[in-house]
């Protein structure tokens, strides 16, 4: 059963269960989409990659 089926009835455990993904996924999301911003803005010069020696 999914979220969006008519007979879905929401319990503790899916609520919890539903959050947790939700936030893993949004986590994961946020990484790639920083990082592939990072990369888009290196890659046409307005952002310099700094290397600490």
Same mark, same amino acid.
């Given at each position: *059963?999914?979220?969006?089926?008519? /007979?879905? %009835?929401?319990? &503790?455990?899916? $609520? $919890?269960?539903?959050?947790?993904?939700?936030?893993?996924?949004? $986590? &994961?999301?946020? =990484? $790639? !989409?920083?990082?592939?911003?990072? !990369?888009?803005? %290196?890659?046409? =010069?307005? *952002?310099? /990659?700094?290397?600490?020696?």
């Amino acid at each position: *059963m999914l979220p969006f089926i008519f /007979e879905w %009835q929401w319990n &503790v455990d899916h $609520i $919890i269960f539903f959050g947790f993904l939700y936030l893993a996924l949004g $986590i &994961v999301g946020a =990484g $790639i !989409t920083f990082a592939a911003i990072k !990369t888009a803005l %290196q890659l046409f =010069g307005f *952002m310099r /990659e700094r290397h600490f020696h």
